[in-house]
């Protein structure tokens, strides 16, 4: 899983996965491990299942994801609010 994350994000592929109740689409953004230790990714969620029912900027312990699919559609930009060396890290694999 690791190296597909990797990979999308690279080349800006969106990803698709179970997570917390439904499936999640997200814009990968940032892949590394969290400050809590956890294998962490930051992404712009933009379509599924949401428990606060908004889409937009969160970061997911991959942990509690599954089926974790890279999509062919892409995204073309960085979001706006992505800072490069996210605080959340404390390894960063891949960023944007």
């Known amino acids: 899983m690791k ?5 999308a994000i690279a080349n800006h592929n969106m990803i698709q996965f179970h997570y917390d109740g439904g499936v999640r689409i997200v814009e990968p953004h940032c892949y590394g491990l ?9 992404a712009f969620q933009v379509d599924g299942y949401s428990s ?21 559609g892409t995204f ?3 979001r706006n609010g992505y800072v490069k060396g996210d605080k959340g890290m404390i390894v960063i694999y891949r960023e944007i």
Do not use: Y
Request: proline residues 0%; hydrophobic residues 35%; glycine residues 10%.
């Open 3 to 7: 190296q597909q994350i990797i990979q």
């Open 34 to 42: 969290t400050t809590k230790g956890n294998e962490g990714l930051r």
């Open 52 to 72: 606060t029912g908004k889409m937009g900027w969160k970061m997911f312990d991959l942990a509690n994801a599954t089926s974790l699919v890279i999509l062919e």
């Open 76 to 78: 073309e930009n960085t």
